[in-house]
């Protein structure tokens, strides 16, 4: 059944489905209205689950990882500043291979300060180990938290997860979404069987140090079970979409991409735009499609060629910047598809919250096809 | 991760700790005071780098170390997570004085402030031994370390030890008491009633470090002993804020225990400073006088 509601608590409403036995988190816009959404549950006993308080974002994850090495199911929630403070514990969860689950809220980082959003919080931690997948609505971003239990504590993975849905535009925005019963959840998610955990019957070390001679066999592990991740998330979204009927097994998303010349590509909320600019050019007689990246860590390359395939100019729509070099989405597109043919430029936009339209789209297609690229868009030249 | 082989001790020998290690002696106590039923939580240190070689380990109890300053809130997580299954093992956090006192402090702070029932040891090398002896917010006044050396300027550290008992005291901490290597059946007593004892207890205990302080490895528990024979180290116990039991002595002076260890060596050579060892002496006196640890003539010792 369909519910009005807000991003934020179509989220909270799911976690609380997906039976997390401990909670830990830091509040900060916009993420708060999640957490404070789960404290409530919690105080009203919809929620068994013991919910810490913490003082920093920085001990928020640290307890999760003792919570999730204990044996326990563990949540957490945040964004921005709150990611970067997060850093170093994300390096080592996923280092202890903990199948923690963190949705991010994603806003831009300061300085300027700024609370609206972009993406570059989430991509700025693209080499931390955590899977990471990008929602388009909320929906897409309820349904995805229970793919990504799914896949995170699945043995052959092991690995935590960022659930990654636009600031605002998503999180405080009143949808239509479809939140699965308790039941259908239980169905669909088992109870979490930990691979290994802190058992005084059972005592085993956690996170000794290496020596050179069996540092790299540990990374080179965790990038296995990154690319294993692939595989796993297909075939729990395909489980997903038998029961539910909406299918994200794929890591990427062709939007009228069969026969288009140009393709944008892009993550997130500004996909929605996007396809209605699509449709829009098309109408105009150019075309035009569009890529959707859902799956950013492990990067689905592979299957970025295969559905760019016979485009012959690509816009990559970044929302974050490796400042000195270029857009996070665009740099790994462009090496993705290296000597295919496809011109790939990339545009820099919608940087903390600037709005980004339909014919703003249109225009940066336009600019793609005559070969200006790799820019901020948007820019207000007036206040440089 | 690594299992333990069967028919060890709980902490084994043959880590990779210098001779004379105060903070392993510390570790093996630890665990004989706790027994199995525990999960041990350590730091980025010293203490987690000799015990833990991977393949190896030293812990025959689970054991995690996370990062440097994190222990505290990890504990919090496996409390809870504990919690939450109905089980029933303790969870002890051992941590160094840096990670303590200086980085970890803001974990500590919320986890005391939550009330999670953890017990917190830190072992008090008086330094940050594993990067090669720099000072921390519980280096003694005076001592040389390679960020607080002694110079033509420069007494060695400026600063006092920070006094971490009575802030986790101020926390509200049921129980918080001091240690030391030199009486092991004490640290360990005092272990067990932390474990036992609801809600965040604290326990400090010093560990000499031979390596870091300049000593000779068989003299560790010499120069720990000598701690508190001056009054330079109180062993106290405090519950509910209140100091209840300090362990008497008939003090020596601070001489004895400085000029035995080459952090203090510059108060001796080339020019004696007499300045600078009458201001530790007072340090001792003030401590004296604070937890009524002189033998008075008449007074047995305890
Ligand atoms: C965030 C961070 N900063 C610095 C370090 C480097 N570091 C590792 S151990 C350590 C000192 C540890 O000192 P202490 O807690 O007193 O333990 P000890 O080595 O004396 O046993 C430092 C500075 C680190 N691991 N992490
Ligand atoms: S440097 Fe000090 S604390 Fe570290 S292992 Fe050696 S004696 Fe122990």
């Known amino acids: 059944m369909l519910e009005i509601m807000e991003g934020s608590h179509a989220v909270a409403e799911i976690v609380k489905r997906c039976r997390p036995q401990v909670i830990a988190a830091y509040p900060i816009t916009p993420q708060t209205h999640i957490v404070e959404a789960l404290a409530q549950m919690v105080a009203d006993c919809e929620l068994d689950a013991d919910y810490i308080t913490v003082e920093s974002e920085f001990s928020a994850l640290s307890a999760c990882l003792g919570a999730s090495a204990a044996g326990s199911r563990v949540y957490s929630a945040t964004t921005s500043q709150g990611l970067a403070l997060m850093f170093e514990v994300c390096f080592n969860v996923a280092g202890l291979r903990q199948p923690i689950v963190m949705t991010i809220a994603n806003r831009s980082l300061g300085a300027p300060l700024s609370i609206w959003n972009d993406q570059q919080d989430s991509i700025s931690l693209r080499d931390s180990g955590w899977l990471q997948v990008y929602a388009e609505d909320n929906q897409e971003a309820v349904d995805l938290h229970m793919i990504a239990y799914r896949v995170c504590e699945d043995h052959d993975v092991l690995l935590p997860a960022f659930v990654c849905f636009d600031g605002y535009v998503l999180t405080h925005t009143y949808e239509p979404v479809s939140i699965p019963t308790q039941e259908e959840v239980d169905a669909y998610l088992p109870a979490f069987n930990p691979y290994q955990r802190l058992d005084a019957s059972n005592p085993l070390s956690f996170g000794m140090y290496a020596t050179p001679d069996y540092y790299m066999e540990f990374r080179y592990e965790i990038d296995r079970a990154q690319h294993r991740a692939k595989e796993v998330f297909a075939k729990a979204g395909r489980e997903f979409a038998r029961q539910f009927e909406r299918d994200y097994s794929a890591p990427v998303e062709g939007y009228r991409l069969e026969d288009a010349d140009t393709a944008i590509v892009a993550m997130g909320s500004i996909c929605g735009t996007a396809k209605d600019a699509v449709d829009e050019m098309r109408d105009a007689g150019k075309t035009a499609g569009l890529l959707k990246i859902r799956m950013f860590r492990p990067f689905p390359a592979e299957e970025i060629r295969d559905a760019l395939k016979g485009v012959s100019t690509v816009a990559v729509l970044d929302r974050n910047i490796s400042l000195g070099s270029g857009g996070g989405v665009g740099t790994e597109v462009k090496a993705a598809l290296s000597g295919s043919g496809t011109a790939v430029y990339d545009y820099i936009v919608a940087l903390g919250g600037r709005d980004i339209r339909k014919k703003d789209i249109a225009g940066i297609v336009d600019l793609a096809e005559e070969g200006r690229g790799d820019m901020f868009y948007g820019l207000r030249t007036e206040v440089l | ?302």
């Open chain 2, 1 to 302: 991760m690594t299992a333990v082989p069967e028919g060890c001790d709980l902490f084994t020998p043959g880590h990779r700790a210098c001779g004379g290690c105060g903070p392993a002696l510390a570790a093996r106590l630890l665990l004989r005071a706790t027994g199995e039923n525990v999960i041990v939580v350590n730091s980025t240190g010293c203490m987690e780098v000799f015990s833990t070689p991977y393949p190896e380990t030293a812990w025959g109890v689970p054991w995690i170390h996370s990062l440097f300053e994190n222990a505290a809130a990890v504990a919090s997580g496996i409390e809870a997570s504990l919690k939450k299954q109905g089980r029933s093992e303790k969870v002890v956090c051992i941590c160094g004085d840096g990670a303590t006192f200086d980085i970890g402090m803001l974990c500590i702070s919320g986890a005391f402030e939550r009330g999670h029932d953890i017990t917190y040891v830190c072992y008090d090398n008086e330094a940050y031994m594993n990067t090669g002896i720099q000072r921390s917010g519980a280096t003694p006044y005076a001592a040389s370390t390679t960020t607080s050396p002694a110079g033509a300027c420069s007494p060695g550290n400026v600063r006092p030890k920070k006094d971490m008992p009575a802030i986790l005291a101020a926390h509200g901490a049921p129980y918080v008491a001091t240690a030391s290597i030199a009486y092991p059946a004490d640290f360990e007593k005092k272990v067990r009633r932390a474990i036992n004892t609801p809600g965040p207890c604290y326990i400090q205990v010093h560990t000499p470090c031979c390596t870091g302080w300049g000593f000779e490895s068989s003299e560790t528990i010499n120069m720990a002993k000598l701690a508190i024979e001056t009054g330079l180290w109180v062993n106290y116990e405090m519950a509910n804020g209140t100091v209840e039991k300090a362990k008497k002595v008939k003090r020596k002076p601070v001489e004895e225990y400085l000029s035995r260890q080459k952090r203090f060596q510059h108060l001796f050579k080339p020019t004696r400073r007499d300045d600078l060892i009458a201001e530790i002496q007072r340090i001792a006196d003030a401590n004296a006088e604070r937890f009524g640890i002189d033998i008075r003539s008449k007074e047995p010792r305890e």
